[in-house]
Nanobody, 121 residues
């Protein structure tokens, strides 16, 4: 199977920065798009940023200029650098990835367990 493990969340003051990491492990042949989503209390989960295996990126408008998504294909890891954080960024952040399993495995979308980001005013 495939596991995604996130790290890097925490409590930060408005204007501060955090860097999230998400490492994929298990029976992986290749990883397609990797992404970060977030879910605030009482709200639907929303896409924050995603990056293809070739490095093309998409970010939601509200984080453009503040967040940067990157990945290290050799480490099967995706990062989210978050700068100029505001209280509106407070949420549980989840990573996901489209993975083709090794040894004749199937393609599937996997999710991490989530990491809390809290921005105080």
């Amino acid at each position: 199977q495939v596991q995604l493990v996130e790290s890097g969340g925490g409590l930060v003051q408005a204007g501060g920065s955090l860097r999230l990491s998400c490492a994929a492990s298990g029976r992986i042949f290749s990883i397609d798009t990797m992404g970060w989503y977030r879910q605030a209390p009482g709200k639907q989960r929303e896409l924050v940023a995603r990056i293809t295996s070739g490095g093309s990126t998409n970010l939601r408008d509200s984080v453009k200029g503040r967040f940067t998504i990157s990945r290290d294909n050799a480490k099967n890891t995706v990062y989210l650098q978050m700068d100029s954080l505001t209280p509106e960024d407070t949420a549980v952040y989840y990573c996901n990835a489209g993975v083709l399993g090794s040894y004749g495995g199937t393609w599937g979308i996997y999710w991490g367990q989530g990491t809390q980001v809290t921005v105080s005013s």
